[in-house]
């Protein structure tokens, strides 16, 4: 009986741990899916930041027609910055 219980026991921890390290692959899949969201966000703010401060240097309406000639929405890069694309 000690031997079937033995048995159970190997199985189970077997079990466990491979459910941890599926799930510290998951946690580590997570915090790269963070960090990849931090840079963009922080892109994202410093183009606001940008543009806000262009809005407020140029005549009023002046931005709104200056602004998608000044960044690339689908890069995320300031137009004539020297980037190749």
Do not use: W
């Not at 915090?31 to 183009?47: F, M, N, W, Y």
Request: hydrophobic share 45%; proline share 2%.
């Amino acid at each position: 009986m000690s031997e079937d219980l033995a048995s159970v026991v190997n199985r189970r921890l077997a079990q466990l741990r491979s459910d941890f390290a599926a799930g510290e692959r998951d946690l580590a899949r997570l915090d790269e899916q963070r960090e990849t969201l931090r840079v963009a966000l922080l892109r994202i703010s410093g183009a606001i930041q940008a543009l806000t401060e262009l809005s407020e240097i140029l005549p009023d309406g002046a931005a709104a027609e200056a602004a998608p000639a000044l960044v690339d929405v689908s890069s995320g890069t300031a137009r004539g910055s020297g980037s190749s694309g």
